[in-house]
Each structure stands twice: as C-alpha cells, then as structure tokens.
Nanobody, 123 residues
Framework: QVQLVESGGGLVQAGASLRLSCVGS????????MGWFRQAPGKEREFVAG????????YYADAVKGRFTISRDSAKYTVYLQMNSLKPEDTAVYYC????????????????WGQGTQVTVSS
C-alpha cells in the first residue's frame, strides 16, 4: 500500500521559516512526480509547488515563488518544502501528493495523498 506521511508543521511568527517533510513508500518517490498543496479554512485546496520524479525540474505557484523551495532526496524517500519569509496568508494544512503527470497543478491529477500537516503563521 502506498503511503505518504508529512511532518514539520507548526506555529510560527510572520517572517519565520519552516521545513516540511514528506516520507513515502520507496517505489513511489522514485517514479512519481511530487507536489505540495495547501488548504486554508473555507478555501479550496490549492497547488503550492511541484517537482519531477527525476528532480531535475521544479515549479511553483506565484504566491510562494521566491519564498518556498521544493526538493527531494530519493535515497531517503523524502520530499521537502522549505518555506521562508512566512506570511499569515500561508496558514493552511499542507499536503504532499504524487502524480504520474508532469507539471500538473491540478489536485485531481494526484492519486496519492498524505494526511496533511498544519502550518499556522501569526502576525
């Protein structure tokens, strides 16, 4: 069974940094493109960042470009989301997900999801 488990969320002040981790079943992280999404209360789930299965290409939502960095360590079956200069509007539950489709930003293209980790940024 495929599993993705996120960690690293927490409560921080505006301007701080956090690094989220997503550990997956070994096979999935070798062959799937990975993405981070987030969902704030009362809002739709939205794409944050993505990385190709090979790790050679990344892409970001405009709202986080220049502040967030996605990366992967295949040897550790882990995908990371480094979040710098956090803002209150970044507050959400963050999910990692896996997809066969390249460069997708659509949640329906991602077939496997973690349980989510809460990020709260206070002003």
């Amino acid at each position: 069974q495929v599993q993705l488990v996120e960690s690293g969320g927490g409560l921080v002040q505006a301007g701080a940094s956090l690094r989220l981790s997503c550990v997956g079943s070994g096979r999935i992280l070798h062959t799937y493109n990975m993405g981070w999404f987030r969902q704030a209360p009362g809002k739709e789930r939205e794409f944050v960042a993505g990385i190709r299965w090979s790790g050679d290409s990344t892409y970001y939502a405009d709202a986080v470009k220049g502040r967030f960095t996605i990366s992967r360590d295949s040897a550790k079956y882990t995908v990371y989301l480094q979040m710098n200069s956090l803002k209150p509007e970044d507050t959400a539950v963050y999910y990692c997900a896996a997809s066969r489709r390249d460069y997708s930003v659509t949640s329906s293209d991602f077939g496997f999801w973690g349980q989510g980790t809460q990020v709260t940024v206070s002003s």
